[in-house]
């Protein structure tokens, strides 16, 4: 991996879960029919994800994994936290549902204000933070009554975001935050309304094409500068360079197996987090 050329652009807050019990379910379209679980191969692709966002200067908070909670390593799935509050996830499988809990009692212990959805929501890979918005989605696995909720606990205004194509169930499979202002998205997974709400709010967005898509290639992590995305993502690194920002490739076949790539095994902290974050889990 060429890491030459990254900027550091400020330490970030990430929150991650080892694999360490994870096991590929085959209950989303990404998985392959003959997909077969190699948690040590998972283990390094997740320890490489780490190193690079170590490496950025970015601070990883490691959040316990639980041997009944197979897909825990996908943890941007269990919150959104924002400003000191976690909103929790209410996840729409019950094989998933330990996940909410878990994810409320490591906030509560770091001194988040913590609210559990009372609607069905997967965390940020339905909720994604930008300066104006925080851009919402719907239409799989969050229901919008979970919008309204956020919004009013976190006191910043909700775009909510009709999904349309089964293979796109998340937000977070379909738009990238790459900075404050500006995002990456993939018009195909979006309803007609949602795709001209996006072209009017963010005009000069980063269009992923459908082969960009299909790479899982918008499931990236930006800190402004440098994005981490899946290396097969190629047009789409090519887009971002041109347009400025470093992208970082990565391999994670096994993690994408089981539908997840940069984004989902990472959750970010925005705002300020409080002061007792760094009292504990933290590398």
Same mark, same amino acid.
Request: charged share 25%; with cysteine; aromatic share 10%.
């Given at each position: 991996? !060429?890491? $030459?050329? @990254?900027?550091?652009?400020?330490?970030?807050?990430?929150?991650?879960?080892?694999?360490?019990?994870?096991?590929?379910?085959?209950?989303?379209?990404?998985?392959?029919?003959?997909?077969?679980?190699?948690?040590?191969?998972?283990?390094?692709?997740?320890?490489?994800?780490?190193? @690079?966002?170590?490496?950025?200067?970015?601070? *990883?908070?490691?959040?316990? =994994?639980?041997? &009944?909670?197979?897909?825990?390593?996908?943890?941007?799935?269990?919150?959104?936290?924002?400003?000191?509050?976690?909103?929790?996830?209410?996840?729409?499988?019950? &094989?998933?549902?330990?996940?909410?809990?878990?994810?409320?009692?490591?906030?509560?212990?770091?001194?988040?204000? *913590?609210? #559990?959805?009372?609607?069905? $929501?997967? %965390?940020?890979?339905?909720?994604? #933070?930008?300066?104006?918005?925080?851009?919402?989605?719907?239409?799989?696995?969050?229901?919008?009554?979970?919008?309204?909720?956020?919004?009013?606990?976190? $006191?910043? =205004?909700?775009? $909510?975001?009709?999904?349309?194509?089964?293979?796109?169930?998340?937000?977070?499979?379909? *738009?990238?935050?790459?900075?404050?202002?500006?995002?990456?998205?993939?018009? %195909?997974?979006?309803?007609?309304?949602?795709?001209?709400?996006?072209?009017?709010?963010? =005009? !000069?967005?980063v269009i992923a094409t459908d082969d960009d898509a299909d790479e899982l290639g918008l499931n990236a992590v930006s800190d402004g500068r440098n994005v981490v995305l899946h290396s097969s993502a190629r047009h789409l690194a090519d887009a971002l360079a041109e347009r400025g920002y470093h992208p @970082? %490739? @990565?391999?994670? =076949?096994?993690?994408?197996?089981?539908?997840?790539?940069?984004?989902?095994?990472?959750?970010?902290?925005?705002?300020?987090?409080?002061?007792?974050? !760094?009292?504990?889990?933290?590398?």
């Open positions: 991996m !060429d890491r $030459s050329g @990254i900027r550091h652009t400020g330490r970030r807050h990430l929150v991650m879960c080892p694999p360490e019990y994870y096991e590929i379910t085959g209950d989303n379209p990404w998985t392959p029919p003959d997909a077969k679980t190699d948690r040590a191969a998972a283990m390094e692709e997740w320890e490489r994800l780490r190193g @690079i966002y170590l490496d950025l200067g970015h601070q *990883v908070h490691v959040i316990e =994994p639980r041997p &009944e909670l197979t897909q825990m390593t996908f943890a941007a799935n269990g919150a959104l936290a924002v400003d000191g509050k976690a909103f929790i996830a209410r996840p729409h499988s019950q &094989e998933r549902a330990g996940e909410g809990p878990a994810h409320a009692e490591w906030f509560r212990q770091r001194g988040y204000d *913590v609210k #559990v959805s009372r609607a069905r $929501s997967e %965390g940020e890979g339905d909720f994604l #933070v930008t300066e104006r918005f925080v851009l919402a989605g719907t239409g799989f696995r969050t229901d919008q009554p979970a919008h309204f909720e956020a919004q009013e606990f976190l $006191s910043r =205004p909700v775009l $909510s975001l009709q999904l349309v194509h089964e293979k796109f169930y998340h937000l977070d499979t379909a *738009v990238c935050v790459l900075d404050e202002r500006t995002i990456a998205y993939y018009p %195909g997974a979006f309803s007609s309304g949602s795709r001209r709400l996006l072209e009017r709010v963010f =005009p !000069d967005a @970082i %490739g @990565i391999d994670m =076949p096994q993690l994408q197996m089981g539908g997840g790539g940069p984004k989902c095994c990472t959750m970010g902290l925005y705002g300020e987090p409080p002061e007792t974050i !760094d009292a504990a889990g933290s590398q």
